[in-house]
């Protein structure tokens, strides 16, 4: 007979001694009334009997191992799973599978303070909720335990051995049925969770982006100050923090806070010291802040330009052609490209640019021509230094190489002449080129908008 039918003849209670007499669970003058039960007897021996069908298969488990495992005392009767090792744990309980299991989830209800002690533990702890999360469940779902008798007069406790091929089907996680009531119940879950959510995200809104989204740019600009100077102190100092004794600390704080005992002893601190300073608080950050946050007032100017440019007609007169932002230099992109100058024809078509306003109401001749054609290494012109300020190009008769006159001395011989990168024009007479140009100059602010986006 294998251990199993062992198990259930050895637990059965009913079974009468091997002497005759009865058992000493059976009484005989109260054989009636364990026969008959009264209905208050019963509906005790029904919570009972559904609390034991509660308990978790996990320590049933666990039991049986133990079982296996550890061995019988020396003297054979006694087991070390009933009586203690020592007079120092005779008070102590004996070995349970509920005072365990209640134990083992205690003790894994501070797990947080190993670690944080040791934080290398969290590698082991995905691999820990994979097995007890998934693979155990799993195997108990294939495995399960022997079902327990409907009659609690009749009921025994029959331990739970995993031996033997699979029982049921393995478990699948299926989507609940259209129009149930687990459907029903999904979507209201999914309902309040959206509500849920969308409160706590309308909360840390109002909350948080005031403070970062510069509408109060002088209260912005002290929270920037302070996390940057945070920011390099923890880069320093990072390494000098006890980071296990405060994650310690504050996990524990954190579940303390919990209690409803701390829970109103903060409330009253609250109450009594906190209220009253935070008006103090937040006057003296006020003050600090209109103190020594220094914002800009003036919106920032730049200065734009355009060129004027004209161009010498078949009769020998400057006619205008339009105003380009190029000078149209004879070295300029567009120029060797042979590609003809862009811009407006109207010097009222030119606009700010993108962003930008004007700041002054009419624009500048710049005076300075020599400075801004230095500026940008222009070449084969002449620059007026008084009068208009135009810019000549050089006249080249070939206009194969811009900036260089060939001069031939005698026939077959030719030299090439370079001439300066630009030539100083005061009288304004001599054979130029077919463009000039000349710089005008206006400022311009940024726009200001308020309001936010």
């Known amino acids: ?34 026969q008959h039960p009264p209905s208050s007897s019963r509906g005790i021996r029904g919570r009972v009997a559904a609390l034991r069908d509660k308990a978790a298969i996990q320590d049933r488990l666990l039991e049986k191992l133990l079982q296996q495992v550890i061995p019988p005392d ?3 009767n ?28 205690r003790f894994n209800a501070r797990v947080y303070t190993f670690v944080c002690l040791d934080p290398y533990l969290l590698s082991v702890l995905p691999l820990a909720i994979l097995i ?18 409907a009659r609690p007069s009749t009921e025994q406790t029959i331990a739970y051995s995993p031996r033997g091929p699979p029982l049921a089907p393995a478990m699948t996680v299926k989507p609940v049925k259209e129009l149930s009531r687990d459907f029903f119940s999904n979507m209201r879950d999914l309902q309040n969770s959206m509500d849920d959510f969308s409160q706590a995200h309308d909360q840390i809104i109002a909350t948080i982006v005031p403070l970062t989204n510069f509408s109060n740019e002088a209260l912005s600009s002290a929270l920037f100050l302070g996390l940057f100077l945070g920011s390099i102190t923890m880069s320093i100092a990072a390494h000098l923090l006890p ?121 500048a001749l710049d005076l300075w021509s020599r400075e801004w054609v230095e500026e940008r290494i222009i070449t084969g012109v002449e620059v007026e230094t008084e009068g208009e300020r135009w810019v000549y190009d050089i006249y080249d008769e070939n ?11 005698s026939p077959g011989r030719h030299l090439a002449v370079p001439q300066t990168s630009w030539e100083e024009s005061l009288d304004g007479m001599g054979r130029r080129g077919g463009w000039r140009r000349r710089r005008w100059v206006r400022l311009v602010k940024r726009k200001t908008t308020t309001g936010t986006t």
């Open 78 to 105: 006694a087991s070390i799973l009933n009586y203690p090792s020592g007079p120092a744990q005779a008070e102590r309980p004996n070995f349970n599978i509920t005072t365990m299991s209640n134990n083992f989830r």
């Open 74 to 76: 020396d003297d054979g």
């Open 243 to 363: 980071w296990r004794a405060i994650f310690l600390l504050v996990g524990w704080a954190v579940v303390g806070m919990g209690h409803p005992a701390v829970s109103r002893i903060l409330a009253s601190m609250q109450k009594t010291h906190v209220e009253p300073q935070v008006e103090k608080t937040r006057s003296f950050l006020d003050t600090w802040i209109a103190n020594d946050i220094i914002l800009d007032t003036a919106p920032e100017t730049r200065e734009v330009e355009i060129f004027e440019l004209q161009r010498m007609s078949s009769a020998g007169e400057w006619e205008p052609w339009l105003f380009s932002p190029s000078p149209y230099d004879p070295l300029s992109y567009h120029r060797l490209a042979g590609e003809r100058p862009r811009g407006t024809r109207f010097f009222e078509d030119v606009s700010a640019p993108e962003g930008w306003e004007w700041s002054e109401k009419k624009w």
């Open 399 to 409: 206009e194969a190489r811009t900036g260089v006159i060939d001069h031939t001395e």
């Open 1 to 34: 007979m294998d251990e199993y039918t062992t198990n259930i003849f050895v637990n059965d209670d009913t079974i009468p001694a091997a002497d005759g007499a009865t058992s000493d669970h059976e009484d005989p003058q109260n054989s009636d009334t364990e």
């Open 132 to 149: 007890v999360g998934v693979l155990i469940p799993s195997f108990l779902t294939r495995h399960p335990a022997a079902p327990k008798p």
